[in-house]
């Protein structure tokens, strides 16, 4: 965000510088918005030129596509417009070049002046804006990203791999705890005894059996 707000800042600034430099001298003496756009495809000519007509509205496009890009947060506006602003200069400085025989930057005020210097930093400002910017973040990243992240949850989803296995459930041989390993089988001979837990124990008189019963002798405590 930081980088963003200060890419606006730089691409303001150039756009700002951008859209004053036809109001100062650009060649010899002449203003800058006294230049038609038509000029700078056809040549150079010493008619007068509209402010609206003149190379002061290619400019203004390109302050209005900064503040689309610095609302947009995109990189690819700002730096549009920085190109049309170098762009249309450039051209300028060719079809004047072409005019007068050659560029030449004197002292006494008679070649090129401040407000080509103007619109030249206006348009690298605006490039450079447009490289601090960080753009806008997709909102699929940021899903993803919240996706990855741990949820911190002490009963989350499981895993995808897992699901098969969630929740628990009781399958043949298997306990009802959620030990993977299988209970170990009963021996049918030497099992627990089928009788209910209140049934008498064999041998017990109570269980009305006989005591001299050799198969079922009575039970006798040992000696002390």
Do not use: C, K
């Not at 859209?19 to 038609?36: A, I, K, M």
């Not at 030449?104 to 605006?126: I, Q």
């Not at 929740?167 to 390993?181: A, D, H, L, N």
């Not at 017990?204 to 040992?222: F, I, S």
Request: glycine content about 12%; charged content about 20%.
């Amino acid at each position: 965000m930081i980088r963003n707000l200060l890419g606006s800042l730089v691409a303001l600034a150039g756009a700002a510088s951008a859209v004053l430099s036809p109001f100062r001298p650009w060649y010899d003496g002449r203003l800058g918005r006294d230049y038609r756009v038509r000029d700078l495809f056809e040549g150079i000519t010493l008619t007068e030129s509209g402010v609206l007509v003149s190379i002061l509205l290619p400019f203004l496009a390109a302050a209005a596509l900064v503040v689309l890009g610095a609302v947009l947060r995109s990189r690819l506006v700002t730096a549009f417009a920085g190109a049309v602003v170098l762009g249309f200069t450039v051209l300028w400085m060719v079809r004047q070049g072409q005019a007068a025989g050659s560029l030449a930057v004197s002292g006494d005020g008679s070649g090129l002046r401040v407000g080509v210097v103007n619109a030249l930093a206006g348009g690298v400002l605006m490039l450079i804006g447009a490289a601090l910017m960080r753009g806008r973040r997709s909102r699929g990243a940021g899903r993803e990203r919240r996706r990855d992240q741990p949820s911190g949850e002490p009963f989350a989803v499981p895993p995808a791999d897992q699901v098969d296995t969630w929740p628990p459930t009781r399958e043949p041989g298997m306990s009802v705890q959620t030990s993977p390993w299988p209970e170990p089988e009963v021996d049918p001979y030497t099992g627990p005894d089928p009788r209910a837990p209140g049934d008498p124990h064999p041998g017990d008189p109570a269980a009305g059996e006989d005591p001299r019963d050799p198969v079922h002798p009575p039970h006798r405590p040992p000696p002390a």
